[in-house]
């Protein structure tokens, strides 16, 4: 198979193709902008293969940058554009289930994609745009299925973050897995408690992002892959039904994660302990937090105010598009996105008034300060007192005499 006309990001890295050639090497683009490609798909990374050795490539170029050089990966900067480049190689002893113990420099292009995951991933392209398919990718390209290169249960074992790769492609692609696959997935599922939560993490995140979860939410489930995933064993029911309800991918990370604790009807304190088994960011936590208690409002149709308020404009886009998926609003986000637009201040630093002023007029600091200027906010908030110094001073005074 040949493809006519090269996408611009190959075109422009062919000069680093050319310059490899012309000392009498072999050099092809490799990995997911291959597959992107002739899948009609946005590129993002172009990746080149060689069967010239590191020192060798370092050797051809005047800018190099040793990204990966133990596992013959040079990032080379001639062209304005870094292209890491990396030489064919094999690789063997797999101790933690994730990278291997030894990796040997080879001169065959046939035994570096032999090594790859899956057939569509193993494809390589020459600047001519013939495209070398040793393990029939182009074939499972066509039947929109994802396949492991050689013996699955082998592949797995090598690197068990391979399984939530399937999973993630299904979902992002469209794609059924190949039903051996599958059954290499089912017998190498432990495994998973082998790779560093951040890495399956990542992979979790993008199944939920792609356009179809439920592709990769069923292998997910089926398998059992999910029981191997920090703190998952005990929703198996709320997944199977997100199987069904999910029609689509989620927007952002936030949102995948509202979804998740929305739909376990997880607490505040839950859905902390849960982001934290998943080592996620602590602002990532606290705005599913927020987001939730949201999503419960819109659920329960007591959106009001102050909820508006506290959640904010970015978050409520996601607390509806949460409560949407799961069948559970009846807003409009515009609508709701208006409601907070409305309000007349959308933090405490905007009330007209501030503690200096309170303390000018005779409070003093303390937590009675603290009380009023809560009390206030939320007056403004719910509309009952005009965001103005003046009326602001009075309503505080009588606030505290009324409180003494």
Partial sequence: MRIETLPEE?????????????????????????????????????????????EEVKSLFKRTVDTGIEHGTVMILD????????????????????????VKFVRSLKE???????????????????????????????????RAVGDPEKRFNEDALRMMRAVRFASQLNFVIDPET?????????????????????EFVKMLLGQWPAMGLDVFMETGLYQYCPDFKPYQAQFNQLRTELKSGMSNETAVWTLLAAAFNLSSKQVNQL???????????EDVQVAVK????????????????????????????????????????????????????????????????LMAAGIKPGPQLGRALNFLERQVVEGQLDNQNKTLLEAAINYLNEKA
């Fill in 275 to 285: 982001l934290k088994d998943w080592k996620s960011a602590n602002q990532l936590i």
């Fill in 10 to 54: 190959f075109v422009k890295a062919q000069p680093i193709i050319d310059t490899i050639e012309a000392a009498g090497y072999e050099a092809y683009y490799v990995g997911g902008s291959v597959r992107d490609t002739l899948l009609g798909l946005p590129i993002h990374d172009v990746d080149i293969a060689t069967s010239a050795y590191p």
């Fill in 182 to 202: 599958v059954v290499g997935i089912k017998h190498h599922g432990g495994l998973l408690t082998k790779i560093a939560v951040e890495r399956i993490h990542v």
């Fill in 112 to 146: 570096d994609l032999n090594r790859r995951d899956f057939t569509i991933n193993a494809l390589a392209l020459k600047t001519d745009g013939s495209i070398i398919d040793y393990f029939d990718g182009l074939k499972d390209l066509k039947a929109h299925r994802i």
């Fill in 294 to 357: 949201a999503v419960h409002g819109i659920a329960t149709h007591s959106v009001d105010a102050w909820l508006v308020y506290q959640t904010g404009n970015e978050l409520l886009s996601i607390a509806n598009e949460v409560a949407q998926k799961l069948g559970q609003s009846s807003y409009e986000t515009a609508s709701l996105l208006d409601q907070y637009g409305a309000l007349q201040i959308h933090s405490k630093k905007a009330l007209a008034i501030t503690g200096q002023d």
């Fill in 79 to 102: 062209h304005g554009t870094g292209y890491e480049t990396t030489t064919f190689r094999t690789e063997s002893g797999y101790q933690d289930y994730r990278r291997p113990d030894s």
